[in-house]
Nanobody
Framework: EAQLVESGGGSVQAGGSLRLSCSASGFTFKDYVIAWFRQAPGKEREGIACITHGDFSTYYADSVEGRFTISRDNAKNMAYLQMNSLEPGDTAVYYC??????????????????WGQGTQVTVSS
């Protein structure tokens, strides 16, 4: 059974950093695009970062560009999201997801087959 498990969430003050981890099992991790989405209360789930499975190209939403870094370690079946200069607006549940590459559509939900349960990130001012 395919599974993604996020960890590393928590509470931090504005300007601080967190590193989220995503542990994958039950599928061939190296063959999948990995992305991080987040969902704040009352808002839609939004894609914020993506890393491809081939050349490890990365893509970011404008809201996190320059502050967040996505990475992956195929040998460990792990993905990461380093989040720096956190702002109160980053408060959300963060989800790791795996799916097929869809050029220009990585922020959509449909390319992704597997989702984690989410981890809460709270940033206070």
């Amino acid at each position: 059974e395919a599974q993604l498990v996020e960890s590393g969430g928590g509470s931090v003050q504005a300007g601080g950093s967190l590193r989220l981890s995503c542990s994958a099992s039950g599928f061939t991790f190296k063959d999948y695009v990995i992305a991080w989405f987040r969902q704040a209360p009352g808002k839609e789930r939004e894609g914020i970062a993506c890393i491809t499975h081939g050349d490890f190209s990365t893509y970011y939403a404008d809201s996190v560009e320059g502050r967040f870094t996505i990475s992956r370690d195929n040998a460990k079946n792990m993905a990461y999201l380093q989040m720096n200069s956190l702002e109160p607006g980053d408060t959300a549940v963060y989800y790791c997801t795996a799916g097929s590459y869809a050029a220009g559509a990585w922020t959509a939900l449909w390319p992704y087959d597997y989702w984690g349960q989410g981890t809460q990130v709270t940033v206070s001012s």
